[in-house]
């Protein structure tokens, strides 16, 4: 299966740690997405990559989260210092950058790495 | 502001039946409206998706209806079957090179009852 990975699945951290989380994409996709799913509620865009370079960054991503591509393959998801409130399942997705290309705008997702800070 | 509205929250419907999701939305640039299946513990998997210059897509027991005018867009799924118990998103992005997020509904449980 050459679909997107995750890991790890679970992470149960306590408040104050640190927590990465890492995204391999598929691998002919330029791009890849960072979403955080709460309970009942769809995807929220976090931030987005092309190749290495980090494009564009959510509100909801605050200056404790760092998202890094450092080969413009895979991806890490830094959380510092992590508060309850970011007890969530992770998101990544990736798809491919080019306009004409078909199925430009299908984004997959992974598997979801689920945070749960005691 | 919540930019694409779901309804209903969750749904039963018996096996056999058609489930009906319905979703509307406010940005008139959004021009790709995907929908997205995802099961307990799972990523959303994209299921179907059309682009607002037809007004219907059909993939097997799928069925995307859109209405441009009034910034409506349904899923129809057919002969509902128990395995088709999960939660539908909806979800929308606007044209162009810069833009490339989803924006999702809030979701809508099925459960299909055998």
């Known amino acids: 299966d050459t679909g997107v990975s995750q890991d790890p699945r679970h992470k149960i951290t306590k408040r104050g740690q640190n927590v990465t989380f890492r995204c391999d994409p598929i691998?002919?996709?330029?791009?890849l997405y960072w979403y955080r799913q709460t309970l009942g509620q769809g995807p929220e865009f976090l931030t987005y990559?092309?190749?290495?370079?980090?494009?564009?960054k959510s509100r909801l991503l605050s200056d404790r989260f760092s998202a890094e591509r450092p080969k413009g393959s895979f991806s890490t998801l830094e959380i510092q210092r992590t508060e309850q409130g970011d007890s969530a399942m992770y998101l990544c997705?990736?798809?491919?950058?080019?306009?004409?290309?078909?199925?430009?705008?299908?984004?997959?997702f992974g598997p979801g790495t689920r945070l749960t800070v005691l | 502001q919540q930019q694409v509205k779901q309804s209903p929250q969750s749904l039963i419907v018996q096996k056999g039946g058609i489930s009906i999701i319905n979703c509307a939305y406010e940005?008139?640039?959004?021009?790709?409206f995907p929908w997205y299946q995802q099961f307990p513990g799972k990523g959303p998997a994209l299921l179907i998706a059309?682009?607002?210059?037809?007004s219907e897509k059909k993939e097997g027991r799928f069925t995307i209806s859109f209405n441009k005018s009034a910034k409506q867009f349904s899923l129809h799924i057919m002969d509902s079957q128990p395995g088709d118990s999960a939660t539908y998103f909806c979800?929308?992005?606007?044209?162009?090179?810069?833009?490339?997020?989803?924006?999702f509904g809030k979701g809508t449980l099925l459960t299909v009852n055998p």
């Open positions: 979800a929308a992005k606007a044209p162009g090179g810069s833009n490339y997020k989803l924006t």
């Open positions: 940005n008139t640039a959004f021009d790709y």
């Open positions: 990559f092309q190749n290495e370079a980090q494009l564009e």
């Open positions: 997705a990736s798809s491919l950058a080019w306009e004409g290309q078909t199925r430009y705008n299908e984004q997959f």
């Open positions: 059309i682009r607002p210059d037809v």
């Open positions: 691998s002919e996709h330029n791009r």
